[in-house]
C-alpha cells in the first residue's frame, strides 16, 4: 500500500469523515468509534468503523462498517485495509499494555472483530481469518442486535476474527 495513506481518524476529523460517508448514503461515525480510513491521492477510498464492545473480558469489538468507493472494489484494497486495521488494533493494544503494566502474557494482547456482513460477502471475510459464530457465542449487545436484524429478515451472516492461536 505504498501509494495509500491509512490512518486512525482523530476526533477532530469526524466532521470530514461523516461529510465523506454522508456523500456515499453511509451511516455517520461517532466519536467513540474506532474510525478508520484509507486515502489515495489525498482523496477517501475506504472507511471503517468498530465500536469496542463493553462487555466482554477480552478485547473484543464490532466492526459496524467496511466500506470502499464502488470504482476501487474488487482490487484487493478492502482486505488489506482489514489487515492494516488488525495490526493497528494488534499494535494499540501492545502499546497500552506497555504503558500500564509490564507485558506478562501474549493473552493481553488477545483481541476479536465480530462482524455482521451479508451473505455474499462471505468469500471477501474468509481469507482473512473471519470464521461463522454462533449467535449465543456473541458478547450481550451484539447478539441482541444480530437476532434483531435476523427477526427483520436481514441476509447478515454471524462472523468473528481472533488473533488468537
Partial sequence: MTEWLFENVQAEQIRLLNHFLKQQGEQSANRGD???WLKQHGKTIAVARLIPVADIASNGFWLRGLFVVETHRK???????????????????EDTIHEDKPLKSQQACWFSVYAFPHGHLAPFYH???????????????????????????????????????
Fill in 127 to 165: 481469507p482473512l481469518g473471519y470464521q461463522s459464530c454462533e449467535p449465543e457465542g456473541l458478547p450481550e449487545p451484539l447478539r441482541t442486535r444480530y437476532e434483531q436484524a435476523k427477526n427483520a429478515n436481514k441476509d447478515w451472516l454471524c462472523m468473528v476474527y481472533s488473533n488468537q492461536e
Fill in 75 to 93: 482490487q484487493g484494497i478492502g482486505q488489506q485495509f482489514m489487515q492494516q486495521i488488525h495490526a493497528w488494533i494488534q499494535t494499540t493494544l
Fill in 34 to 36: 474506532w474510525n478508520f
